[in-house]
């Protein structure tokens, strides 16, 4: 509790392995917040799952602030959250989407959709890592996913984030300023060109 929040070396190992934490298994909400039983399985193991899990069985709160995932557009959510609260799939189909999740570096429903935010992108579509988008994020290493992991990736992205014909269900709006990801393009408002 000394460490955590600070610069020390001890409280940057903290942070660092809380990032990985949500980047992993595909979360952006504060882990401690969420019932763990509900998440064990993309949990990593380690000693702060340990601790997520202590606070659940103790029914202990943690509270303090730390960076998170951002989220990059309004109506945008993190896609693994989304699958989890449907409960539709078995924890070897959602272990399966997040193989294909990390395997293309998303995060949220805004990384994998057209710049509109009104469809599922040709990218996520294909299973290509969008080259045009850079995540912030350093991300685990993660081989090419099975076609059996493909098959349950392409039931989510038309069943739980498009409406059966790659239509996102809620349309994405307004970027924020902070993003997770960069892109080669540049937008000039006042010229109005992309460059």
């Not at 924890?91 to 998303?106: A, H, M, P, W």
């Amino acid at each position: 509790m000394t460490h955590a929040g600070t610069q020390s070396q001890l409280g940057q190992s903290i942070q660092l392995n809380l990032e990985s934490i949500h980047i992993s298994p595909g979360l952006n909400i504060p882990i401690f917040t969420l019932p763990y039983l509900e998440y064990n399985m993309l949990k990593e193991k380690g000693w702060l799952q340990d601790l997520w899990l202590s606070t659940e069985l103790y029914n202990v709160s943690l509270q303090g602030s730390y960076v998170t995932p951002v989220i990059n557009r309004v109506n945008d959510y993190a896609l693994m959250e989304k699958l989890i609260q449907l409960d539709i799939y078995t924890d070897e189909d959602i272990q399966s989407i997040n193989r294909c999740r990390i395997y293309l570096q998303v995060q949220n429903l805004s990384e994998i959709t057209n710049g509109h935010g009104t469809q599922i992108s040709y990218c996520a579509k294909n299973y290509i890592k969008d080259p045009d988008r850079i995540s912030n994020y350093e991300w685990p290493k993660q081989p090419s996913p099975r076609k059996r992991d493909w098959e349950t990736w392409e039931d989510a992205l038309l069943n739980v984030w498009s409406n059966g014909n790659y239509q996102v269900i809620s349309c994405l709006g307004k970027w924020n300023h902070k993003l997770s990801f960069y892109s080669h393009w540049k937008y000039s408002p006042t010229t109005e060109r992309i460059f």
